[in-house]
């Protein structure tokens, strides 16, 4: 699953720095939880957590079933 998590997270990351920002991915947990680091702008934005359950996780969701969550550490 993580290679099916790298693979859609290039599709987000353009997105993210086109506004200064990245996203890293830092683990994918057994039990479908992925753990992301917001970078750049995005790591200090006020609206990083939207950003994070509104776009990432949602994008995720949508192309992995298996993802049930995503985490920013």
């Given at each position: 699953m993580k290679?099916?998590?790298?693979?859609?997270?290039?599709?987000?990351r353009p997105k993210?720095?086109?506004?200064?920002g990245?996203?890293?991915?830092v683990d994918v947990?057994?039990?479908?939880v992925v753990?992301?680091?917001l970078t750049g702008a995005c790591g200090s934005c006020p609206m990083a957590q939207?950003?994070?359950?509104?776009g990432i996780e949602k994008y995720l969701k949508e192309q992995?079933?298996?993802?049930?969550?995503v985490q920013s550490v």
């Open positions: 290679n099916k998590v790298e693979a859609a997270l290039k599709n987000i993210l720095q086109a506004d200064g990245d996203v890293q991915l947990l057994e039990n479908g753990k992301v680091k939207m950003t994070l359950k509104f992995i079933p298996e993802v049930r969550e």
